[in-house]
């Protein structure tokens, strides 16, 4: 029998969280026999009594004495889950409980199945300008079509997950670090077309703030995973523009410049860094692998 762990980080979420709970426990309990699941809710220090409506609803609570991010309410769910199957949703209405089946079935074969909202579905236009950025960097740096790289709608094999829990940061980008993790891990990813509902309540996100903080993100994991992709791009601009200034000066002064040189040199330091970082980065992995 396998059993799913249904988690949802939740913060003064309690006018949307009976609702959601409900169609849960309705879709649930249409599953096939073989299998149980367990809905944690994490309360991440709210003051409007979610975890009371969650513990009347029927649901699991975890708690934070104070507000410590979302992030951190999925690591201490993941923690705490005891399915071989992690779901993770939104507790503010975003989701269709509904959708659950779907990401469920589409589960064997892979380690991770996204729920990627569709194009104007959940999200305004200056979002899905963000997130059509942050996917392209993120296809860039995995070599492989990244559909939604921010979606919190996701079913993932526990062990997996477990392996990159210290990895993950306690804001709202931990859906960035888990996907380029699994994709740079080897482990298969799959992504399944959603219709994301408007939220119940005022989002939690700051564009700018939480916008700087997923390019950063996206930054440090591919430095960790796959640093070529950082340093090499950025040894060859610095080697165009050592050979381009040298032509221009060769052609106007005659001269080979101190700014060509240092173009050159910051090339190949970029070059050697990227090639150190890519040792240290196959040493952790292998670790990684070493500690399942």
């Known amino acids: 029998m396998s059993k799913i762990t249904l988690i949802l980080p939740a913060k003064n979420e309690a006018a949307a969280l009976s609702g959601v709970l409900g169609r849960l426990h309705d879709v649930l309990s249409s599953r096939p026999s073989h299998e149980s699941h367990e809905i944690i809710v994490v309360d991440d220090g709210s003051d409007d009594g979610t975890a009371e409506v969650a513990a009347a609803a029927g649901a699991r609570v975890e708690s934070h004495p104070y507000s410590m991010g ?22 503010d209405g975003q989701h269709r409980p509904e959708d659950v089946p779907m990401l469920l079935d589409a589960l064997p074969g892979y380690a991770m199945v996204v729920g990627a909202r569709t194009r104007g579905t959940g999200t305004g236009l200056h979002r899905g300008v963000a997130n059509w950025i942050y996917n392209s960097l993120a296809s860039y740096v995995v070599k492989r079509p990244v559909d939604d790289l921010t979606s919190g709608f996701r079913a993932m094999d526990a062990r997996a997950a477990r392996r990159f829990v210290y990895l993950l940061p306690n804001t709202f980008s931990y859906p960035t670090t888990i996907t380029l993790s699994f994709f740079r891990a080897g482990l298969p990813v799959r992504y399944v077309p959603i219709e994301a509902q408007t939220r119940v309540g005022k989002s939690h996100i700051k564009l700018i703030r939480d916008g700087s903080r997923f390019l950063l993100i996206i930054l440090k994991i591919s430095t960790i995973f796959s640093p070529l992709r950082v340093f090499l791009p950025m040894s060859a601009a610095a080697f165009v523009a050592g050979a381009g200034w040298y032509a221009y000066t060769f052609v106007t002064f005659h001269q080979f410049t101190g700014a060509s040189q240092l173009a050159f040199v910051l090339s190949v330091l970029l070059f050697v860094l990227g090639m150190i970082s890519e040792q240290v980065a196959a040493l952790r992995f292998d670790r990684s692998e070493d500690d399942r």
């Open 70 to 91: 979302n992030g951190a309410a999925i690591k201490t769910g993941i923690r705490a889950a005891r399915g071989d199957v992690l779901l993770m949703m939104d507790a």
